[in-house]
């Protein structure tokens, strides 16, 4: 899990980020899927906007860095899957995140 404050790559992301350049370089049968969370602070709008920038923010960077757009598809879910609660400022930093999900292609 990628921690995003606003669309921007903390540098503390950056080493999970090279391995998963690696890993996908490394295996040509993967595709992965981006999905950019947010917390519930805000409009749900601008929420989703914000977590598609964070997805995209991570491909980008993926891509930029060799791994092939066809095989990266991004997706923002503004504050519609949480994995902690609201009420409280440390679940809200749980819920603001990028998360990877891998699929094998054939």
């Known amino acids: 899990m990628i921690i ?3 669309a921007i790559i903390k540098p503390l ?3 999970i980020l090279n ?3 690696k890993v996908m370089k490394n295996n040509p049968s993967y595709k992965l899927m981006i999905g950019g969370h947010t917390d519930d602070v ?3 709008g601008m929420n989703m ?3 598609q920038d964070r997805s995209s ?3 980008n960077y993926l891509i930029t860095h060799g791994v092939d757009p066809m095989r990266v598809t991004e997706t923002g879910y503004g ?3 949480p994995v902690d609660t609201n009420k ?3 679940g809200r930093t749980r819920n603001r995140r990028v998360e990877f999900k891998v699929e094998f292609l054939q």
């Open 49 to 51: 906007t914000l977590s």
């Open 4 to 6: 995003a404050t606003k």
């Open 19 to 21: 391995a998963i350049v």
């Open 57 to 59: 923010s991570v491909a």
């Open 88 to 90: 409280s400022e440390k």
């Open 42 to 44: 805000g409009e749900d």
């Open 79 to 81: 504050e519609t899957v």
């Open 13 to 15: 992301s950056f080493p």
